[in-house]
């Protein structure tokens, strides 16, 4: 984000490597989309499975072929089809590594998320192929990247929200959010055809109304799983508010085909972007870092900070294209500020617990 946003303002020779559109478009989807996707399905397959979860020298070389692609889209060197080669040999080692771990387990109620993982492989694939041969920004690739990782955040958030927040209302008492049913069911297929629709046909009539339909839905899923009794504790809250910018995405990208003149694309793009997967990564990587190292579940004060650095971030960038463009501009350099200082913030707060021991274990 610092490096686009320095080309942004500065021009495309701002910088000594490619950090243009192109690059920031795919690193955003495929880059950093790929390594949260990656960083949570190694630790909740083996959950799912019962498998022994990837590590050692398998997981030194996941890590291995992450960090290479991010070179490789950085510095561009080689022949021009090399960077794209290099870059997809990540997202297709670990699609692989997700159907055989499912399919080993015997664990096919998740052979759908090995099938989102695959989508998004393929998409990467697809964007590298038209870059190379056409030049510009593959839109049909981007969005099916895009709508890969939103339907992940509607199959899985659509589990731990509930869930999580189960947990904590069972301490309180009183009702309880409503479990998987028929209802839940229903707007994971409509949120399915919608997204499809919208890869393949961005801004036609029948896929921008059934994104609406999918967004209005998916609010009211959310509205079933007890929101309001859940505002005492951030660390809680915000797994709805992650799924609620889900669901806001799916309206704005549905009413900007239906209302291109009152509502820009770009809008609903970032609300994806920049809400629901920004919102939704850092909500699940607090949670899962205070768990893992042995905190409490309670989010402090650092914790909060990162969570309104977020939201505020995506808010101002989703907000940015309605303003005039000489705003636009001040107000895109703000959001950038904000959301990659959310990521700092957990940098900075997140690091030193995540190095020490866990409390109560020698060193």
Not at 10 to 29: I, K, Q, R, S, T
Not at 244 to 251: F, Q, R
Request: some cysteine.
């Amino acid at each position: 984000m610092p490096l686009w946003i320095v080309t942004y303002a500065l021009g495309p020779d701002a910088l000594p490597v490619e950090a243009g559109l192109v690059f920031h478009v795919h690193e955003m989807v495929f880059g950093y989309g790929s390594a949260i996707v990656a960083g949570f399905l190694l630790t909740a397959v083996p959950n799912w499975t019962g498998r022994l979860p990837v590590c050692g020298a398998p997981l030194v070389g996941l890590v291995a072929l992450w960090v290479v692609g991010r070179a490789a889209m950085l510095f561009q060197s080689g022949p021009i089809w090399l960077p794209g080669v290099i870059e997809s040999a990540f997202l297709v080692a670990f699609a692989s590594l997700i159907w055989r771990e499912v399919i080993a387990g015997k664990n096919t109620r998740n052979l759908k998320v090995a099938g989102a993982v695959s989508v998004l492989a393929l998409a990467n694939i697809g964007f590298h192929w038209v870059s190379v041969t056409s030049g510009g920004l593959p839109q049909v690739a981007i969005r099916t990247g895009l709508a890969a990782l939103l339907f992940l955040i509607l199959l899985i958030g659509g589990r731990i929200t509930p869930s999580f927040t189960r947990n904590w209302l069972g301490k309180k008492g009183g009702d309880m959010p409503a479990p998987f049913g028929r209802f839940d069911g229903a707007a994971l297929i409509v949120s399915l055809a919608a997204l499809a629709g919208w890869a393949v046909f961005d801004g036609a009539l029948v896929a921008s109304a059934l994104l609406v339909v999918a967004g209005v839905v998916n609010f009211a899923r959310l509205a079933r799983w007890q929101v309001q009794r859940t505002l005492a504790e951030p660390l809680v809250a915000i797994l709805h508010i992650g799924y609620g910018w889900a669901a806001a995405a799916l309206l704005l990208l549905g009413l900007s085909g239906v209302f291109p003149a009152v509502i820009p694309r770009v809008a609903g793009v970032h609300a994806v972007g920049a809400g629901a997967i920004g919102v939704m990564t850092l909500a699940v990587m607090t949670r899962a870092s205070l768990g893992h190292t042995g905190h409490v579940l309670k989010a402090g004060a650092g914790t909060v900070l990162i969570y309104t650095l977020v939201n505020l971030g995506a808010l101002a960038r989703v907000a940015a294209p309605f303003l005039e463009y000489s705003v636009q501009m001040h107000v895109n350099h703000v959001a950038s500020a904000l959301w990659a200082g959310a990521f700092a913030a957990f940098a900075i707060v997140y690091w030193p617990r995540l190095l020490a021991p866990r409390p109560g274990r020698a060193a």
